[in-house]
Every structure is written in C-alpha cells, then in structure tokens.
C-alpha cells in the first residue's frame, strides 16, 4: 500500500554547545507534503541547506522551550526567509515569551520580516494545538528548568481505499464514490444498499511521532503519546551521570529507554547528546540493553515512518 512521505531529517544532536561536528537541536520534518521544522539551534540553516532541504517551504515551526540551543537559529532562519523574498504565512508554536525576544532583535537590527507570522502559544498542558487536513499537532509538558513542551505529530486517518473490481461487479455509479471512501454504504444503480466493507478496503493506521527535547522523565506518559511509530527522546547522559541529570532536569539512556517501553513505540531515537562524549556508542549501547530498537541521531541521518 502506497504511504505518502512522512520523514524526520536530523539537523542537529547536541546538548548546550557545539561540539565534535555535532550541532545544537533541530530537525526537519516532512508529513504528507506539509513541511515542519522542529526547534532552531545554532547553525540550523546552514544544516538545511547541506542537506538540500526545502525550507523556504516550511510551513509551522514547534519550538520547546528557550534555551538558546533550541532558539539561537531562529532570527536568522526567518530573517533569510524575508530576504528569500517569502510571502506565505508562517506558524510558529512556542512558548509566548518568544515573540517578546524576535521583536527585540528584529528592532534592534532593523531587520524587515516581510511575511506573516502567526504565533500559537504553548500552554503546558495537553492539548492539540494545531490542525490541518494532514496532522494534528499535540503539545505535552515536560519536566525542565524551564518551561518546555514536547510534541506529538499525528498524521490525519486518509479515506477508504475503493476496489475498483468490486464497483464495477455491483455497478455502483461515480457520485456514490465520496461516500465510500468516507466509510458509508453506497447505492448501487437499481438503489440497492452496498455495505462499505465489501467494496473498499480500511486505510492505514495513521502514523504517530513523538518529540521529547530536554526533560527528566514523565512519571505519567499521556494516552495521545502510546503506540508511536517513532519517538525522539533526550539522552544527554549516561546512566553512570545519573546525579548530573536529576540535577538539570535531564535523561539518561536508561530513563529513554524505559519511556520507550512505556509509550510502546516501535522505534526509539536518542539525541540531544552532552559534549562530554565525544563517542555515542555506549550511549546506544546501554539504550539497546532495555530497548533493542534503539537508534543513534546523527547529522543529516534520515527517518522514515
């Protein structure tokens, strides 16, 4: 069955600072032909386009939090886009004190943002924050230093599939077909009830990603986060710096991998590395000991759902 794109690109893995050709976190995302930027570190749109990604075409950016590894990128990126002669509207969902920090920049550098930017403000809470005729966008609370959100990205359920053999065995007429794919039971010529499930077939599962930046672990996971394809989760420690991540309000491979099996996602992504490890394999390592489908993010690496 034909699936339409839904890809997660790394733009970036690092926590805090730059470091062994590592940058702060980003990552690009494409569902269904919509595009998505996930946080804005430093760098990112040198990143987008190493990596020939269509960010002028970016249609909503989720920031997390402020901390400047999540923001730093961001006057620039939507000052290039002004420049790259931009005019579609941009989303941009974030905490509300964001749009206080972009206008100060912007006024003190006199920089021209010659597009529309509607802002949508993160409530710590649960909720779905943002719709359209491909996902849905969820924003769960996180435990950090500051106020942060992690993001649920759910893609909308497409219609029924149509078995073009069957329409023409029970000779159901074209203007009968919308109500088909919809899930109804349809009339054929002579006004005879054809029951949906003999003549089209179910849609796929609609896919689920889950973004969990900078956060010591949830106790309690919200029932919109179980069963992802994919979840991204902080790992900026090591099991063995277990005090350092209690104390900032950060994971470690181990409370990632405990998420994992919690969520029961199919598939586990771990970023957002301290630069105290120049190496990641015994962070994936000690990942996989508790969740086998475990995989490291790296720059430019590429996730399908």
Not at 24 to 53: A, W
Not at 129 to 156: A, C, D, M, W
Not at 216 to 221: F, G, Q, R
Request: glycine content about 4%; hydrophobic content about 35%; aromatic content about 10%.
């Amino acid at each position: 069955m034909f699936l339409p794109p839904f890809e997660i690109h790394i733009l970036g893995t690092s926590s805090a600072i730059p470091a062994f050709d590592r940058y702060p976190t980003s990552q690009f995302i494409q569902v269904n032909g919509s595009y998505i930027l996930v946080d804005c570190g430093e760098g990112t749109q040198m990143q987008l386009r190493k990596y020939h990604l269509p960010f002028a075409r970016i249609d909503v950016i989720l920031i997390s939090h402020l901390h400047g590894d999540h923001i730093f990128g961001l006057p620039g990126l939507l000052t290039s886009l002004s420049l790259l002669q931009r005019q579609k509207e941009l989303i941009i969902i974030a905490p509300p004190a964001l749009s206080e920090i972009l206008n100060t920049i912007f006024k003190h550098s006199e920089a021209k943002i010659n597009y529309p930017i509607q802002f949508i403000f993160t409530n710590q809470k649960v909720e779905k924050i943002f719709e359209n005729e491909k996902f849905s966008i969820y924003t769960i609370p996180l435990k950090h230093r500051v106020p942060t959100t992690g993001f649920v990205i759910q893609e909308k359920e497409q219609d029924r599939k149509i078995i073009k053999e069957k329409i023409k065995e029970y000779n159901i007429p074209i203007h009968q077909f919308n109500k088909l794919k919809k899930g109804f039971d349809a009339e054929d010529e002579n006004g005879n009830i054809i029951k949906n499930e003999i003549v089209t077939t179910p849609p796929p599962i609609p896919r689920k990603y889950v973004y969990f930046s900078d956060t010591a672990p949830l106790k309690n996971l919200p029932e919109i986060t179980k069963n992802a394809n994919i979840l991204y989760h902080e790992t900026t420690f090591k099991k063995e710096h277990q005090n350092l991540a209690e104390l900032t309000l950060h994971s470690t491979t181990i409370d990632a991998a405990n998420t994992a099996i919690q969520m029961n996602a199919q598939k586990l992504i771990i970023g957002h590395y301290s630069s105290r490890y120049e190496k990641l394999d015994d962070l994936l390592t000690e990942t996989k000991s508790i969740f086998e489908n475990t995989e490291l993010a790296t720059e430019g690496k590429k996730f399908s759902l």
